[in-house]
């Protein structure tokens, strides 16, 4: 083989393999989005105030959460009713009643 057609080989390889990468964190990305669309708002709006440890060993109920997020816009948070109800949701059932304890701090 000629150098020419051996570079074009390792070139097309390395594509392939960075598509395969690039599929790979999609899919990653598209599996936790399915988890719950609240997990991913909350990703997006809680931290620039404080991080999860904030709420992280809270075991509540959506109603209850409903009434934290709705004191976090007291405190400045600015969200839609429809967001605040996909969140209370999420956290609802991730770190409701019946939510396993919380993993011990690392
Ligand atoms: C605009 C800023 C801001 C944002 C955004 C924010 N928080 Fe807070 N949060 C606060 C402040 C301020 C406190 C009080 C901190 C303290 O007591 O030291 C707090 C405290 C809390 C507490 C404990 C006290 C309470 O009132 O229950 C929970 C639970 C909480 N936040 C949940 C959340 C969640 C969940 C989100 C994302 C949906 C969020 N926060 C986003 C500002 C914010």
Known sequence: ???VRNGVLALSLACASAMILIAAA???QAKEQ???PGLQLLRDK???CHTD???RD???DARWW???LYRMVGRGGIWTTEEIKLMADYLGTD???NAKPPEPAK
Do not use: I, L, Y
């Open 1 to 3: 083989m000629s150098k």
């Open 26 to 28: 999609n899919a990653e």
């Open 34 to 36: 399915a988890k719950h």
């Open 46 to 48: 809680c931290f620039q």
């Open 53 to 55: 440890s904030m709420w």
């Open 58 to 60: 809270a075991r509540q």
């Open 66 to 68: 409903e009434g934290a």
């Open 95 to 97: 770190f409701g009643p």
